[in-house]
């Protein structure tokens, strides 16, 4: 980022912040460290420039000199090009609904989301410096419990129809030798496809009903002989509470089928829906209101806009009571639950993880590693905010919209309901007597988005259908807007048929029992809940493989423009003209940063990335007609437990059979860290065209550089396979290694980690990837192209399908678009150099007094991060205190938390390892406190190693039982007042600005207090 230019600030008023109050949000590149710094900590290393250090990787896989990549623009012009992006965009009267509902954003909204201590905090795996985030997920989970009657709903999956993936997966494994799905062909398209794209070589089968053309649902009759002629390969039914038309089902006939056929039963719902007085809670279907087993939804709506369709917010529930525990452990995902620290205090903390990739890995429920952690926290703030009467209104406003236009549009000579019959809620379909598309073009010139047009939906039915939804966004002169223009394109004509009416077993019974609270006493909470976490503005954040780097605070102003928050995903190509460059700016800047040829903005997080990366192969292979014969994918012992979970969701199921492998073959390290090349050789020659691909990080996980990979890579290209290199580590190595130099087919990158999208707690993560030309064809979602001055979007001739409801995270593509404008192709080359140059110069100072992992690998050159670990005499020093070897290193992590900082990454990928990973973030005196600390803390498990028996000290809650918090599972409560926190002992900003030895005696007065208050 530049920071020159003739008015060089005269656009800062238009921010909401003042970026020269913010010591980081200014520095060139967003780099604290000077270059006078640098040359010191290069001088250090006996370098002399930041090239000096990628010395050891061969020139061949080089980029000759920094690929362009974009414009560097200045922190001025960065404004004002951003405002002008999302001024391309028409913010019309829109009324649609359809795959992404529209409702008012809550005031809290905005507030929370300024809130740094939750936004850019990590996943809250270290629960003693992370009930801020905890705690925001609870309140999502129980606000969610309370509208659905559901006792477990998880902290959230990507968006609606991924999490409906992930509830077919469950039905499969709860029903025992099943393999179909029959979902209603009523649900929204989109949702179809992603389920289909999915399924593709996992031997799931999934089978649509069809919509009865006359009523606009679906006939559960039809439904019930086709479930029968299934038999025991059925799993489940996946029926909507209010279909693609608008229409509601039966989800009490449903619930009943799938009672008596025992197979589970999912319903998909509009939480919005279900508030007091509005539609019957899914806990409650069924003519016994026994409930149906699983509930999937979206509830993006709950907290955000539109947003171009994402971030989504996927919400799972499951039953958890005493007639039904075990259910859930068939899922996947993230669940939090109620637990106590070592004094009694209540505390929160995520429990079932053993369902896990990073514990499972190939066992694992699925490959998921986020959630969308930060959209649940504002959704669980909104529905608080929203208190009991307010959701109640959004509900009940968007049904009375709906029934005042579904009264006066069908006054008009030609316009009827589709389905006169069939109950609507708050969307209905009309019949129009022209072509709904020209009808919606004159609306356009109107200023007017008219709905959607649903005409394919009943296939071959030759009518012409609009979808218009209401909702609470709405006014009543958009209604006399909506009418007027129907007045000035149809005639006249009095129509006496009445509404449908709601049957009264469709509708809620009884209350919801939200509170109903104050604003500045949600905010004031929500304010104590981000002060209870720690964030990269702050301090160094070392964990190891996350990239707990800066945030800068314009990219989320830019990602809140309403320019861009307003526009629906089906709004039509021309009035998105603003998202469309957006996303066409992130293809071309990360061809350049990859030197690969395309790239698919579609998938929403890197484990998601890895999923489309494995499709990609299949889909290559297929067309070769090699899909059955490609069934080996090669992967690293060192991986990150996402690769293999991965390919056994892709459909690389390890198993043997008849004495033949398939699936996953491990390829352990050599005795340098880096890949066993001769085993990989062998391995190559026994599977040969077996071999689907490879799966490999670089840097890998123990922070070294690849070096064999291009000669990997021509190897497994030899034998016909394909590579993935997962690029979780991007940070390492953006602007300086040409991925297709190396011989790259796929590879991902972690805008959440490299591209400064905030982590928000544990995601939305994204996960963008990008090609090799074996590959441009298969691409899932949209490509965006440039027809002159214009965008448009085109599909891939032989694409894989949709990973998505729509075109992904969309406002984390603006987040990245404007972070990488403000780098250009040098400012990309200079954030990894000095983020290898930082984490190389802690390695330097820290290997004197503590050994590294992998063993005998201490001269290996570090990239990005590197493993501590301790002596054996440490190991035995520290167990005669009393912590066992198993419970070491993560006790020595949470020391990490009394000096007000976050862990390392501990136990991986080396069992007794501690992971740090610095980034280029941070100034030198930064790192040299940070050298002091884990110094300090060498002295202190030496010397008074007890210490670790009570440690954390200074936390808001001590160490939690996270044992007894899983033996005794607590999903949710009803909420009639804000929880109880407890506050930090001493907050982590004052520790980190305090002297290290006497925070060193304060830890050693601490634990004396708790050892004389246990024997108390």
Same mark, same amino acid.
């Given at each position: ?268 719902? *509009?939480?919005? #829906?279900?508030?007091? &007085?509005?539609?019957?809670?899914? /806990?409650?279907?069924? $003519? @016994?209101?026994? %409930?149906? !087993? ?98 109640? *209104?959004?509900? #009940?406003?968007?049904? &009375?919209?709906?029934?005042?236009? /579904?009264?006066?549009? $069908? @006054?008009?000579? %030609?316009? !009827? ?121 702050? !301090? ?477």
């Amino acid at each position: 980022m530049t920071t020159s230019s003739t008015n060089a600030d005269t656009n800062f008023k238009k921010l909401p912040y003042d970026p020269k109050s913010l010591p980081r949000e200014l520095t060139k590149y967003y780099i604290s460290s000077t270059k006078e710094e640098q040359s010191q900590m290069l001088k250090a290393l006996n370098a002399t420039e930041l090239k000096d250090l990628f010395s050891h990787i061969g020139d061949n896989v080089k980029f000759d000199k920094a690929p362009f990549v974009c414009e560097e623009l200045s922190y001025n012009d960065l404004i004002a090009h951003m405002e002008g992006i999302a001024a391309k965009n028409n913010l019309k009267t829109c009324f649609i609904g359809d795959g992404l509902k529209n409702y008012k954003v809550s005031d809290i909204v905005p507030y929370v989301c300024d809130l740094r201590g939750l936004t850019t905090a990590y996943t809250p795996y270290q629960p003693e410096r992370s009930q801020g985030t905890l705690q925001t997920l609870w309140i999502y989970s129980s606000t969610l419990s309370m509208l659905t009657g559901f006792e477990a709903i998880n902290a959230s999956f990507y968006e609606r129809s991924t999490a409906l993936y992930e509830a077919i997966q469950t039905a499969t494994r709860i029903v025992k030798n099943s393999k179909t799905a029959l979902v209603c062909e009523s649900l929204f398209p989109g949702d179809i496809e992603v389920l289909k794209t999915h399924a593709k070589e996992t031997g799931l089968n999934i089978i649509t009903i069809p919509t009865d053309k006359e009523t606009g649902i679906t006939n559960v009759d039809i439904a019930h002989k086709m479930a029968s002629d299934l038999g025991s390969d059925l799993a489940c039914i996946v029926f909507p509470q209010v279909n693609n038309f608008g229409n509601l089902e039966d989800v009490h006939s449903f619930t009943d089928l799938c009672s008596q056929l025992q197979v589970q039963s999912i319903a998909i719902f *509009d939480p919005m #829906l279900l508030a007091t &007085d509005a539609l019957t809670p899914p /806990a409650e279907f069924g $003519t @016994q209101k026994q %409930g149906c !087993n699983m509930i999937v939804g979206e509830g993006q709506h709950l907290a955000l806009a539109p947003n171009f369709g994402g971030p989504g917010l996927g919400i799972f529930g499951i039953r958890y009571n005493d007639s039904n525990k075990l259910d859930i452990r068939q899922t996947a995902g993230r669940f939090v639950g109620r637990a106590k620290d070592t004094n009694g205090k209540e505390a929160l903390c995520m429990v079932l993880s053993t369902r896990e990739q990073h514990i499972r890995r190939e066992k694992a429920t699925s490959n998921i590693c986020s959630n969308q952690s930060f959209v649940a926290s504002a959704a669980g703030a909104a529905i608080l905010a929203r208190g009991e009467q307010g959701m109640s *209104d959004a509900a #009940l406003i968007g049904r &009375d919209y709906a029934q005042q236009m /579904a009264q006066v549009l $069908t @006054q008009f000579k %030609g316009v !009827n309901l589709a389905f006169p019959s069939t109950p609507f809620y708050n969307e209905f379909v009309l019949e129009l007597p022209m072509s709904v598309k020209k009808l919606q073009a004159l609306a356009s010139a109107a200023n007017m988005q008219l709905g959607v047009d649903v005409s394919k939906r009943l296939h071959n039915d030759g009518r012409h259908l609009l979808l218009l939804s209401f909702f609470d966004v709405h006014t009543d002169e958009d209604l006399e807007k909506l009418e007027n223009f129907f007045a000035a394109n149809f005639e006249a004509e009095e129509n006496d048929e009445f509404l449908p009416e709601i049957p009264e077993n469709f509708m809620r019974s009884t209350p919801v029992g939200l509170p109903n609270l104050e604003m500045e006493e949600i905010k004031a909470f929500y304010k104590n809940l981000a002060d209870l976490n720690v964030s990269p503005d702050d !301090n160094i954040y070392p964990l190891g493989s996350c990239t707990m780097k800066y945030n800068p605070y314009i990219n989320d102003w830019a990602a809140s423009l309403k320019g861009f928050t307003d526009v629906h995903p089906q709004a039509p190509i021309e009035d998105a003209q603003g998202c469309l460059e957006i996303l066409y700016g992130i293809q071309e800047m990360f061809k350049s940063i990859t030197g690969l040829p395309a790239v698919t903005t579609q998938p929403v997080a890197g484990a998601q990335g890895e999923l489309v990366g494995l499709k990609l192969f299949q889909g290559y292979h297929r067309n070769n007609g090699e899909a059955e014969t490609r069934n080996i994918v090669l992967i690293p012992r060192s991986a990150h437990g996402t690769n293999p979970a991965t390919a056994t969701m892709a459909g690389f199921e390890t198993k043997t059979v008849d004495g033949v492998q398939y699936g996953i073959v491990i390829i352990e390290a050599d005795t340098t860290g880096h890949i066993n090349l001769e085993q990989l050789k062998a391995e190559i020659t026994k599977y040969n065209k077996r071999i689907a691909g490879v799966m490999v990080t670089n840097p890998n996980t123990s922070g070294l550089f690849e070096k064999s990979f291009k000669e990997m890579a021509d190897l497994i290209h030899g034998a016909g396979g394909l590579v993935y290199m997962d690029g979780a580590n991007m940070n390492a190595i953006a602007g300086w290694i040409d991925l297709n130099k190396m011989g790259v087919d796929a590879v991902h990158n972690n805008l959440h980690k490299t591209w400064t999208i905030p982590h928000g707690g544990g995601g939305p993560g994204d996960g963008i990837v990008a090609v090799s030309h074996r590959l441009v064809d298969y691409l899932p979602g949209i490509q965006v192209v440039k027809v002159g001055d214009k965008f448009d979007v085109v599909k891939a001739p032989k694409s894989i399908g949709s990973f998505h409801r729509h075109v992904g995270n969309f406002a984390h593509k603006v987040r990245a678009y404007t972070y990488i404008k403000a780098l250009g192709g040098n400012g990309v080359r200079d954030m990894s150099g000095v983020a290898v140059l930082a984490a190389r110069y802690l390695y330097e100072k820290l290997k004197p007094v503590y050994p590294s992992l992998p063993e005998n690998c201490e001269n290996e050159t570090r990239m990005h991060e590197f493993i501590l670990t301790i002596s054996k005499e440490t190991f035995d020093r520290i167990a005669a205190g009393g912590t066992p070897k198993a419970q070491t290193m993560a006790k020595i992590g949470k020391l990490f938390l009394d000096f007000g900082l976050h862990a390392p990454t501990v136990a991986f990928p080396e069992q007794y390892g501690l992971m740090i990973e610095p980034t280029e973030t941070y100034s030198k005196a930064e790192l040299d406190r940070f050298v002091e600390v884990v110094q300090a803390i060498n002295v202190l498990i030496n010397e008074t190693p007890y210490v670790l028996t009570t440690a954390p000290h200074f936390t808001p809650i001590r160490k939690v039982d996270e044992v007894d918090a899983n033996k005794n599972l607590n999903f949710m409560e009803n909420l009639t007042k804000l929880p109880h926190l407890y506050q930090n002992v001493i907050d982590p900003v004052v520790l980190s600005k305090m002297d290290i030895a006497v925070v060193s005696k304060d830890i050693q007065k601490a634990h004396l207090k708790a050892v004389e208050n246990h024997h108390a």
